[in-house]
């Protein structure tokens, strides 16, 4: 009585439940690991050197409106950190007087407050308008 008969172990039911819930597990997991809501990236200039002290900006993105929900301002080395930002849909752009402003990077996250830093930096330039993506 104590054993389970091979044919349930192997049934495809079974084996379909727990491939489901491996996969649910390990989802679960994943996001634990990874909602912190820090959002890391550089500021450059048109010829890629690091741009510090530039305001850079982000938006959360809504079905209705845009709505700025913070602003940081880089380091000398270009780099900025966000932290917390409770969002999944948003805009992030940088700008500094005499250098120039960033073209809008629209980022979509697969859930809120997931970690992500930008693989390519905001670049900064005059006249820039065209948007970005991530």
């Known amino acids: 009585m104590g054993t389970i008969p091979r044919q349930m172990l192997i049934n495809r039911v079974t084996i379909t439940f727990a491939v489901i819930l491996a996969?649910?597990?390990?989802?679960?997991?994943?996001?634990?690991?990874?909602?912190?809501?820090?959002?890391?990236?550089?500021?450059?200039?048109?010829?890629?050197?690091?741009?510090?002290?530039?305001?850079?900006?982000?938006?959360?993105?809504?079905?209705?409106?845009?709505?700025?929900?913070?602003?940081i301002v880089s380091g000398d080395d270009g780099v900025f950190r966000f932290e917390k930002h409770g969002q999944y849909?948003?805009?992030?752009?940088?700008?500094?007087?005499?250098?120039?402003?960033?073209?809008?990077?629209?980022?979509?996250?697969?859930?809120?407050?997931q970690d992500f830093a930008l693989e390519t930096p905001l670049v900064l330039s005059t006249g820039s308008t065209n948007a970005q993506g991530s």
């Open 23 to 71: 996969l649910i597990v390990g989802w679960n997991a994943y996001v634990a690991a990874n909602n912190d809501g820090v959002l890391t990236g550089q500021v450059v200039d048109s010829g890629g050197r690091a741009v510090g002290g530039a305001k850079v900006t982000i938006t959360a993105r809504t079905v209705a409106h845009d709505l700025e929900i913070g602003s």
């Open 89 to 113: 849909n948003l805009v992030l752009t940088a700008e500094k007087d005499g250098v120039g402003k960033s073209a809008p990077r629209h980022i979509r996250l697969y859930f809120r407050n």
